[in-house]
Structures are given as C-alpha cells and as structure tokens.
C-alpha cells in the first residue's frame, strides 16, 4: 500500500503549485498535462491581475433576466457533485458581496484533456454562516467579463486611464487639484496611456 501512495502522493502534488496564464489555458499543449480539478497556485488573468488563495472578489450583477447569475453557484460545484442534480445558481440578492478565493481550479472545455480550459474558483463569504459561506465561480474570464464579478486588483485599461486623466486634468482647471497632483497622476498613468494593443 505504502508503494503505492508514494507515487499518488507525488502524481497529485505535481500539478499543485503551478501557474497559469489566459493564454497558457488555450494551448492544448499545456492543459493536456491538466486534469479536471486539479489546483494551481495562481491564474495569471487576460488583464494580468493575479488570482491566488487569498485574493478579495466582489460579486457584480447577474447577466440574466431572470435574476439568477450564469456562472456563480452555491456551494463548491464539480462535475461529480452535478451528475447527482444540477447546482443551484446564486441570485441577485448577493450582489455586492465580498469573496475571498479559497482554491484555484481547473475544467477543460470539452470532454477530453485535449480542449483549452477554463479557470473555475472556490471561493467564500468569511462572515456568511457555516454552510452558506462557500460558493463557485465558473470561468473567472466569462464571470469578469460579463460583470457577474469584479475584480477589484484587475490592472486599468488604456479607456480607463484616460478617462481617469481627462477627469484630473478637469479638477486642475477648476482648482481643485495642484499641479504636482496631476503631474504625478499623468506620469502613473501614461505607459499604460501609451501602451497600444
């Protein structure tokens, strides 16, 4: 029994304490060496923010009519746990709640080990009760993009950035910022100005 659980040991181990990039999750030459489940010790998102155990999330608004988030759910959702009945999704009543990410796992899109994969979150509401503390964010790219869920660490986009600097530079003419104010902010925000996709 020992020779085997050496190896276990070792083979579960192997995949934990590894990074991933956007990019990295859509090279099947990558995530062929993934299986469902496995967890990383960080995600590096399209934006380049980090997500890793510890990372503070808020929950934004549902994306359907109906009231009810596309990729969030109750609990911690696996395949498994889905083939005994369907997860319940969360509903607009949680809006605005504040997450912390408990585990970083991964999901192919497909059937197979040889699809992308998707980067799917445990993560917790630290002052919920007991049992309903714990939640699931399916697809941490889809649930950011669609707004579902915010990222407060996400790096600012170049529109943001100049929005952000039209906004100073408004405050300065109405006197309301100095000019040491605005110059210091226009030197933060003018390599990512500056940076063209």
Do not use: C, W
Not at 50 to 68: C, R, Y
Not at 77 to 90: D, I, M, R, S, V
Not at 170 to 177: E, N, R
């Amino acid at each position: 029994m020992k020779k085997f659980m050496i190896p276990f040991m070792f083979l579960a181990s192997s995949v934990y304490g590894q990074s991933l990039t956007q990019e990295q999750t859509q090279d099947v030459s990558i995530t062929a060496n993934y299986s469902n489940g496995d967890t990383l010790s960080s995600y590096f998102m399209k934006d380049g923010s980090e997500i890793k155990v510890g990372s503070k999330l808020k929950i934004g608004t549902p994306l359907n009519a109906n009231k009810k988030f596309t990729r969030l759910y109750f609990g911690e959702f696996t395949l498994g746990k889905a083939l005994l009945g369907p997860p319940e999704q969360l509903v607009d009543g949680y809006s605005g709640e504040e997450v912390v990410v408990t585990s970083v796992k991964v999901q192919h899109t497909k059937l197979t080990k040889n699809s992308p994969i998707q980067i799917m979150l445990y993560v917790q509401n630290p002052n919920a009760p007991g049992m309903m503390r714990n939640r699931t964010i399916f697809d941490i790219e889809m649930a950011v993009e669609t707004k579902e869920v915010i990222n407060p660490n996400a790096a600012m986009t170049r529109e943001q950035a100049i929005s952000k600097l039209k906004e100073a530079k408004d405050l300065l003419d109405l006197g309301m910022m100095t000019q040491v104010e605005y110059d210091k902010l226009k030197g933060e925000l003018s390599p990512i100005i500056m940076k063209k996709d």
